[in-house]
């Protein structure tokens, strides 16, 4: 019932106003490659492909999804400064203030979170993030989320079929 809900309030790129937006959406996330059967791996690794950070950071240590990245990207570096984070899922609020210190390190800085409607505490946690004012957009694709912290950017908030 949940996802019926959110299949009718997301949008397509034919919904989407946002010039960054619908460039991510039209040739990052709804690109004929597909990377992985899962769909938040896949749409993860379709964000490097578009996006092309020189190096992320792996929360929780994702040993099956560094070793994906490195097969399909082998010039992402794992150093800092990150240009990409990647959460397996949020698991309390901590790591919100520790997203907050990476948006002032990292102003271009993407968040890719997985898993944001995985139990309870994931919903609970992933809307108190979008309550906050640190990020600029917001993407919500309903088995994941991304933030991006763009300056240049109008505050904004995308539902979007994936």
Not at 84 to 105: D, F, P, R
Request: glycine share 4%.
């Amino acid at each position: 019932m949940n996802y019926l809900k959110f299949w009718f309030t997301a949008k397509n790129q034919h919904g989407i106003h946002s010039p960054f937006m619908y460039d991510f959406v039209t040739k990052g996330l709804y690109t004929k490659k597909k990377f992985s059967q899962s769909t938040s791996l896949d749409v993860f690794l379709k964000c490097i492909h578009y996006f092309q950070p020189k190096n992320i950071e792996l929360k929780n240590g994702h040993k099956l999804i560094k070793k994906k990245v490195i097969t399909e990207f082998p010039t992402v570096g794992f150093n800092e400064p990150f240009d990409m984070i990647y959460y397996g899922e949020l698991l309390s609020e901590t790591e919100i203030s520790s997203m907050a210190e990476y948006a002032k390190k990292q102003p271009g800085g993407i968040l890719f979170i997985d898993e944001i409607r995985k139990n309870k505490n994931s919903k609970e946690l992933w809307q108190k993030l979008l309550q906050t004012s640190f990020h600029v957009v917001t993407v919500d694709m309903y088995y994941c989320g991304l933030l991006f912290f763009h300056t240049t950017q109008a505050k904004e908030h995308f539902k979007i079929r994936v």
